[in-house]
């Protein structure tokens, strides 16, 4: 089984600095995948970035980048010239990889706090 | 992206009576939809795989009996919350997967509150 965990329950910057989130995993896979995912106020789930565990250049889109450290089983976030909505729950999440019809397992998440 | 939709997005009921909540893929199809229980300030915990044309997959300490999945058809699955008690008052997501992507595509959820 899978384990995500994300160990800073909370966190809060100054809008326009920068931010990094934490999340580490356990697994016995070789092929899996990882995301993050942003829960706003509204509750909806939304896609921030995700990586390929067989890739090795860090993912990025746009302000958020990613930290990958596969040996050490890390998967960081990196957030840029933070916004104030970029409030938000945010979520580390590990699918495993091949054809197999499974859920995500994710981690407790960390309340980001955007101050003006 | 891949589009899932959800209804009702709140729902409140009496103890003891069922709620049903559906979950729907607009444009694209879905062999696998996931349903997913949120508690206040907490984390997703996946409850259930909905197959279609099959049986759910449920994980350990999910009561098949007590939350009926349906597959019917490509594009819809449906939760259903049976006599439903206070404890069962929680925010009900569910996801789905386009093709082969490992990456879940969320429902807006569903808020259940159980009087």
């Known amino acids: 089984a899978q384990t995500v965990t994300q160990s800073q329950p909370e966190m809060s910057v100054q809008e326009a600095e920068t931010v990094t989130l934490s999340c580490t995993y356990d697994?016995?896979?070789?092929?899996?995948?990882l995301f993050w995912y942003k829960q706003p106020p509204s509750r909806q789930m939304i896609l921030v970035i995700r990586?390929?565990?067989?890739?090795?250049q860090n993912a990025t889109e746009n302000r958020f980048s990613v930290n990958f450290q596969k040996a050490a089983k890390s998967f960081s976030l990196k957030i840029s010239d933070s916004q104030l909505g970029d409030t938000a729950m945010y979520f580390c999440?590990?699918?495993?990889?091949?054809?197999?019809?499974?859920?995500?397992?994710f981690g407790k998440g960390t309340h980001l706090i955007i101050q003006p | 992206g891949a589009v899932v939709s959800q209804h009702p997005s709140r729902v409140i009921c009496k103890s003891g009576t069922s709620v049903k909540i559906e979950c729907r893929s607009l444009?694209?199809?879905?062999?696998?939809m996931f349903w997913y229980r949120q508690f206040p300030k907490q984390s997703l915990m996946l409850m259930a795989t909905?197959?279609?044309?099959?049986?759910?997959?449920?994980e350990q300490g999910v009561e098949k009996d007590k939350f009926l999945i349906n597959h019917a058809s490509l594009t819809l699955s449906t939760l259903t919350v049976t006599s439903a008690h206070p404890e069962d008052s929680s925010f009900y997501i569910c996801?789905?997967?386009?093709?082969?992507?490992?990456?879940?595509?969320f429902g807006e959820g569903s808020r259940l509150t159980v009087l």
């Open positions: 697994t016995s896979e070789n092929n899996y995948y």
């Open positions: 909905s197959n279609e044309g099959s049986k759910a997959t449920y």
């Open positions: 996801s789905a997967r386009v093709g082969g992507s490992r990456e879940l595509f």
């Open positions: 990586q390929e565990a067989y890739k090795q």
């Open positions: 999440a590990f699918a495993t990889g091949g054809g197999g019809a499974d859920g995500l397992t």
């Open positions: 444009d694209f199809q879905a062999t696998t």
